[in-house]
């Protein structure tokens, strides 16, 4: 069968862009339900080395746990690994899927595609990072990103119908 290839880039700053903005607001959400400045300081994540580096781990972790999920459908060429920060995070700023699809893949559902795992990203590194900060929302965030896989999936499942003949009465 005929494949197609697909191919979608994740841009970290994006990324990390997303998670900074949703640990500020969980933030400041958390200490308007009334914990302390203190602590709703502590569930906002920054720029700091030692933050920012978990933060990066924690994106790295997310995109080999999704490649693995994805595998089926990835064309993967790398044939060793190591646990160093990823190079795509550090250096290239790019995370980059490559996908054999079959040839009648829906092409509408790309858009689709990139924004789940963009969200899934974000929302397991969120989970990772409140799992060490706030507790109660790395729950919230591992459910949302489930709900992404379930998006994710279902935007590669999309085929194109089969364009059926049209006879000709004679």
């Known amino acids: 069968m005929a494949k ?3 191919k979608i880039t994740e841009y970290v700053k994006e ?3 997303d998670i900074f903005s949703k640990a500020y607001l969980t933030g400041q959400a958390r200490e308007a339900d009334g914990v302390t400045y ?3 300081s502590n569930i906002q994540a920054s720029e700091e080395d ?3 580096y978990q933060i990066v781990r924690s994106i790295g972790n997310a995109f080999s746990s999704l490649k693995t999920s994805l595998s089926e459908y990835l064309a993967e060429d790398r044939t060793d690994s190591d646990n160093r920060l990823l190079s795509e ?3 290239n700023g790019e995370l980059v899927f490559i996908f054999q699809l079959p040839a009648n893949y829906n092409d509408t559902a790309i858009d689709g595609l990139a924004d789940g795992i963009h969200s899934y990203l974000v929302s397991m ?3 990772d990072w409140f799992s060490i900060t706030n507790k109660a929302d790395a729950e919230i965030y ?3 990103a489930m709900v992404s896989m379930v998006n994710i999936k279902r935007a590669l499942y999309r085929r194109r119908r ?3 003949p049209k006879f000709l009465k004679g």
């Open 4 to 6: 197609r290839t697909i």
């Open 15 to 17: 990324i990390i862009q």
């Open 38 to 40: 203190q602590q709703a």
């Open 50 to 52: 030692e933050e920012k």
């Open 89 to 91: 995070i550090v250096e």
């Open 125 to 127: 590194t969120l989970s």
């Open 142 to 144: 591992n459910r949302q």
């Open 162 to 164: 089969p364009n059926r």
